[in-house]
């Protein structure tokens, strides 16, 4: 090696920036180009201030710390850097990368994920071990490495900024099928988009099926898998259900019968496609203090309490400890049966069992028409593509009906801009009937303003004509300025 530096802990030497190479270690990934643009022009004025960590393997050297200040470097055509050089074990290296990297609000959680999942493949390491050295929670660690499990389709739109670590914890927790199904947009029972209502869309003609969509709040994400999602008893992650995950263990070990329940009178058909039962609110109670020789393990895997598990009773031809009201209902109307000759049990019972099958006949409809409905809009947009574009034809009268979630009234606004006869009418008219309702809202002396100019009118220009601002007085007690 041609160059010579200083082999110190304390005191930088000078290494040609052709002799580094970059850690394949390293989490960071993702390097914003204007960032590194903004620190290669401040380099070439003031030069490297901080040395760059790297280890030697006898060739060449390894970049340990600095990948940032090692690109920018090369931006800015320098030839060498000043480095630090120390011999480090692969440990050392990793956990160097991973505190450092942690202490840059830059960093993207999924290149954090990477880090903690290289530390976790060195032997000795384990989350509590991790969260101790980088001086976070163990729980932090976990749900931070657990993002790994993220699909491609969902690392794409975290990386995008399309959603928060917030929503990608929560996809990353639900198997490969299900984050599919969270984040179809094409799926009328989808939990994580919702589409949110622009009067601009940008003209850069790309065909990303998100445009027009924004995603909902983390909690009505959680509502939506709490709902949608069925809660697999089978593969409880101690770390987010550590009573559940007790519970089950005894259960196991004991061979009691664990069985799905829920607190909702209506479980969503997506919930339970498994076919699998799960016994409703009028079919179980909890044990609780009143001891029970039927009792079981009860898994809550839909709606409120997802996830929790607990000790519950569900024998109600036997039980008189939970069921004794129930049971002693039952005797009365079969005593009152017998006595008049009459069958309003019977009766009931058929009706029960009529409403029933009317509900999953129901439900079994819905999930044809999902499998069917990709087809059906090919279809639907062969015809659309040929249906005439006038201002008064169907397709016009659907955009119409589609204002309903705006209060501006139609009529209205055909005082303003009419309807017309053409499909660019239409546009007009329909684009009129929105800014009416933007500048009825709370937020319309802030959302109005931008929306305006796009027209080329200046709203505040106009609101200091017509109304303008009254002079401020000053306040008694105090010199005006």
């Known amino acids: ?15 040609p920036l052709a002799y580094i190479k970059p850690s394949k270690t390293n989490p960071r990934r993702n390097f914003d180009k204007e960032k590194l643009d903004q620190l ?3 380099i070439r004025k003031a030069g490297v201030l901080q040395p ?13 710390a600095g990948e940032r200040r090692l690109r920018a470097a090369k931006l800015a055509e320098l030839e060498t850097i000043p480095a630090i050089v120390r ?23 999924l290149e954090e994920a990477e880090g903690y999942r290289h530390l976790l493949a060195v032997k000795g390491y384990d989350a509590a071990k991790i969260a101790e050295r980088i001086g976070r929670s163990v729980k932090y660690v976990y749900d931070r490495a657990k993002l790994l499990s993220l699909i491609d389709e969902v690392q794409k739109i975290f990386l995008a900024g399309k959603i928060t670590a917030g929503h990608a914890i929560l996809l990353a927790r639900l198997s490969p099928a299900d984050q599919e199904r969270a984040i179809d947009p094409d799926n009328t029972r989808t939990g994580l988009w919702e589409h949110e209502r622009s009067l601009f869309e940008d003209e850069a ?32 992650e101690p770390m987010l259900f550590p009573e559940t995950a007790r519970t089950l263990q005894v259960a196991q070990e ?72 129930e049971l002693r209902q039952a005797k009365q109307r079969a005593a009152g049966v017998a006595k008049s ?38 279809a639907l947009a062969e015809k659309v593509k040929k249906a005439p574009g006038s201002a008064r034809g169907h397709l016009a009268d659907l955009v119409i009906d589609a204002l309903g979630n705006y209060q501006a009234s139609t009529a209205v606004a055909e005082r303003y801009v009419t309807r017309g006869k053409t499909a660019e009418d239409l546009v007009r008219h329909v684009g009129f009937i929105i800014l009416m309702s933007r500048a009825k809202g709370w937020q319309a002396p802030h959302e109005l303003p931008k929306l305006a100019k796009a027209f080329g009118v ?6 200091d004509q017509e109304s303008p601002m009254a002079e401020s007085k000053p306040v008694k007690g105090k010199a005006a300025k």
């Open 87 to 109: 011999e480090l074990t692969d440990q050392e290296v990793l956990e160097i990368q991973v505190v450092e990297n942690l202490q840059r609000d830059d960093l993207h959680p």
């Open 52 to 64: 760059v960590l790297v280890r030697t393997n006898g060739t060449t050297y390894e970049l340990v």
């Open 40 to 42: 290669a022009d401040s």
């Open 205 to 236: 003609g790309n065909k990303d099926k998100h445009r027009g969509l924004k995603a909902c709040s983390v909690r009505e994400l959680q509502g939506w898998i709490d709902d949608h999602v069925k809660f697999d008893a089978e593969a409880v």
């Open 458 to 463: 200046d709203v505040k220009k106009i609101v």
């Open 341 to 378: 000759g009459t069958t309003g049990q019977a009766k009931w019972e058929l009706e029960e069992k009529k409403r029933k099958e009317q509900r999953e006949h129901e439900d079994a409809e819905r999930l044809r028409f999902e499998k069917a409905r990709p087809v059906i809009l090919d």
């Open 1 to 15: 090696m041609s160059q010579t530096i200083t082999r110190t802990q304390d005191g930088p030497g000078s290494i």
């Open 254 to 325: 004991e061979a009691e019968k664990i069985v799905p329940i829920t607190h909702e009178h209506y479980v969503q058909p997506d919930a339970r496609s498994d076919g699998q039962r799960i016994i409703g609110p009028r079919s179980w109670k909890e044990v609780g203090k009143k001891p029970c020789e039927r009792a079981v393990t009860g898994v809550i895997v839909v709606g409120d309490g997802r996830g929790q598990a607990l000790k519950v009773c569900t024998d109600k031809k036997r039980c008189t400890t939970h069921w004794g009201k």
